[in-house]
């Protein structure tokens, strides 16, 4: 859906009029943050349902502090004032509300299918489209007012610090996205949503689009790396996990980092050379830089680098210990060929879809997997993309 409607406070204001939440708005060319702005409005006492938008966000932030900027006409950085009727230890509810609504809405704007991320990420194809970010304040044991912060990767991929493989609606939908009707789609599923935070099926239907459920992930903790099988979540957003002891453990958001325990789908065959299986020790999900000795063949199918530059520093990749493909397409794209030349291009490859993954070990022998990203970035970035998937250690027998 094409932006045809300017992203103007006249426009906001008409689209949003009689809705529960977007009533006052505030509207700013650029910000810093806001949520920073939503929360001296609650302390100044704004109702219930004023919303703070920005074109622009500068400063602003998700989970553990981490960066969260938003180019100007690229995103939708929104926040919400809400004064729920919940006990705090059911603050965890107002994310889940957050991550559900952004997810319908988006499945309205697009025809996608969105999943959510515990605690509090929406995705797209396994890649982050959508962080939620609730920030409260008590006075004593009752809520005074939540800040509901949702921001949307609309035109463009995000801004600043990356710490999982992201997307936006327009590089999934194939087009430009009119950031009015998202916003006003998601005003209405708060709307909505907001009459359930109390109630069973709202957490029925936020845990129906759980990503890796029932799957293995890693948590990262302050006391170290867990792994588990993700089994479900309670009605209050916390996460249960089952540890390979049998025991259960029920894991709060905001106390730990979920990620899968591999991005990237299982090598088909055993690693060459009598390797062994390997676990991750850490997940890492960022962009890398890349070197070649040669310039490689074929740009669509580029091989394993010699060298890549992750946080500065340069890694000399001295053995490829396995090397896999997916080439499927996906979403839209999937009913964009005929069904002999899909199954010839899931072998192949064609141009600007799938990703070659690569299991390296570096100079310093640490074990680390990378893949490129064969989709590009723009009109004025034809290739793709590489990325650090993961250190690993060897697993022990």
């Known amino acids: 859906m094409p932006e045809s409607s300017e992203f103007t406070l006249a426009n906001l204001e008409r689209t949003l009029a009689g809705l529960r939440?977007?009533?006052p708005l505030r509207f700013f060319e650029s910000i810093g943050s806001t949520n920073d702005e939503a929360r001296r409005m609650a302390e100044g006492g704004a109702p219930e349902g004023a919303l703070v938008v920005a074109d622009e966000q500068v400063t602003g932030r998700g989970r553990a502090g981490r960066s969260w900027q938003t180019p100007r006409g690229a995103a939708l950085a929104a926040s919400f004032i809400l004064r729920p009727d919940l006990a705090p230890a059911q603050l965890g509810r107002i994310t889940m509300l957050g991550g559900l609504a952004a997810a319908e809405a988006i499945d309205k704007i697009i025809g996608g299918r969105a999943s959510l991320k515990w605690p509090n990420d929406v995705l797209l194809d396994h890649k982050k489209v959508c962080g939620v970010l609730a920030e409260s304040a008590l006075i004593g044991e009752r809520i005074a007012f939540v800040v509901l912060g949702i921001g949307i990767n609309v035109n463009a991929g995000p801004a600043g610090e990356v710490q999982f493989p992201a997307t936006s609606?327009?590089?999934?939908?194939?087009?430009?996205?009119?950031?009015?009707?998202?916003?006003?789609?998601?005003?209405?599923?708060?709307?909505?949503r907001y009459e359930e935070i109390g109630g069973e099926s709202l957490h029925e239907a936020w845990a129906a689009r759980l990503a890796y459920q029932g799957k293995r992930?890693?948590?990262?903790?302050?006391?170290?790396?867990?792994?588990?099988?993700?089994?479900?979540?309670?009605?209050?957003?916390?996460?249960?996990?089952?540890?390979?002891?049998?025991?259960?453990?029920?894991?709060?958001?905001?106390?730990?980092?979920?990620?899968?325990?591999?991005?990237?789908?299982?090598?088909?065959?055993?690693?060459?050379?009598?390797?062994?299986?390997?676990?991750?020790?850490?997940?890492?999900?960022?962009?890398?830089?890349?070197?070649?000795?040669?310039?490689?063949l074929l740009e669509k199918k580029p091989g394993c680098p010699n060298r890549f530059t992750w946080?500065?520093?340069?890694?000399?990749?001295?053995?490829?210990?396995?090397?896999?493909?997916?080439?499927?397409?996906r979403g839209r794209m999937a009913h964009n060929m005929q069904p002999e030349h899909a199954a010839v291009a899931e072998v192949r490859g064609s141009w600007g879809v799938g990703r070659d993954y690569f299991r390296v070990r570096s100079e310093g022998g640490q074990i680390f997997e990378l893949y490129y990203d064969r989709a590009p970035k723009g009109s004025d970035?034809?290739?793709?993309?590489?990325?650090?998937?993961s250190e690993l250690a060897q697993a022990s027998h």
């Open 381 to 389: 970035r034809r290739k793709g993309e590489w990325f650090l998937v």
């Open 169 to 192: 609606l327009a590089e999934a939908s194939g087009g430009p996205v009119d950031r009015v009707a998202l916003l006003a789609s998601l005003a209405r599923r708060l709307t909505l």
């Open 21 to 23: 939440f977007g009533r």
């Open 217 to 296: 992930v890693t948590v990262n903790t302050s006391a170290g790396v867990t792994e588990g099988v993700a089994e479900d979540v309670d009605a209050d957003g916390a996460l249960i996990l089952r540890l390979d002891s049998g025991e259960s453990r029920r894991v709060l958001a905001g106390d730990v980092r979920l990620r899968p325990s591999s991005l990237s789908p299982s090598p088909p065959a055993p690693l060459p050379g009598g390797e062994g299986g390997y676990r991750p020790i850490r997940f890492i999900g960022e962009a890398i830089e890349v070197e070649f000795d040669r310039p490689p």
């Open 311 to 329: 946080r500065g520093a340069s890694y000399q990749i001295v053995e490829k210990l396995s090397e896999w493909h997916e080439y499927g397409r």
